[in-house]
């Protein structure tokens, strides 16, 4: 399945993405909370209370209401994630062109849950700004981890999404850490679909790319990682308690446009387009903030 939110910031429904409706021929979504007032959202609560085979359930239904896909918005496919956990310096690639030390254990960072945007909303960059974008493969999460074991944790991958890791380099150097250079408004555009983990057999032969102004920066496979996602669910749940609907990105691979000569850095008016084969892809356009 595809889960999507559909609709304005902030007001956005909980949707599941059909390539085919039936009768149509054309993708379509199924409006989820039509069929079932009590799923507010894609939430905690959902996944801990209702989760993904009430959805099953739904999509089995003689009568679906399904909406058009034409001119929705679609925002991030998790409602306001109580963690989105990011990974530094997980592919060797980035770590040649970042400062060439390789990590003897996971990077852990956060970015503000209030970074978050629709993966075809705007990315809104300061004047000040240097502004790198990051694909990244994020796994969301589908129930209640604490000190869980490698072997168990890849069952609490509810699925997975892409992630823009936008970054403002300018701040990350003057501040010597990574909270307010990942976290302005917009700086992570999430989705466009939660993919359950049932339609990703293996995440690690996804290929990652991203494209500013029509140029391929960035084009890799998740391969090429160097934590694996269930090692990293375990080294996090040591620490923290995850939670249903957390996000957990994995990092970025090389090819960042500021390590580039010439840097190839976002300007306003430049399109951005980032990709993961089976999870879609993101247009963003860049507009000053
Ligand atoms: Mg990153």
Redesign the pocket.
Known sequence: MKLVRFGPPGAERPGVWLEDAPGKEQAGILDVRAMAFDIEDYDAHFFSRWGLERLRGLLAEKNRKIVPTEGVRLGPPVARPGKII?L?KNYRDHIAEFDSKTPDRPILFAKAATSLAGPNDPIRIPADAEVDV?V?LAAVIGKTARNISEDESMSCVAGYTILD?V?DRAAQRADGQWFRAKSRDTFCPLGPFLVTADEVPDPYALRLTSKIRGQVVQDARASDMIFRIAHLIAYASAAMTLEPGDVL?T??PGGIGSARQPPVLLRPGDEVEVGIEGLGVQRNRVEPA
């Open positions: 990011c530094g990051e990244e890791d970054t990105s990092g970025t």
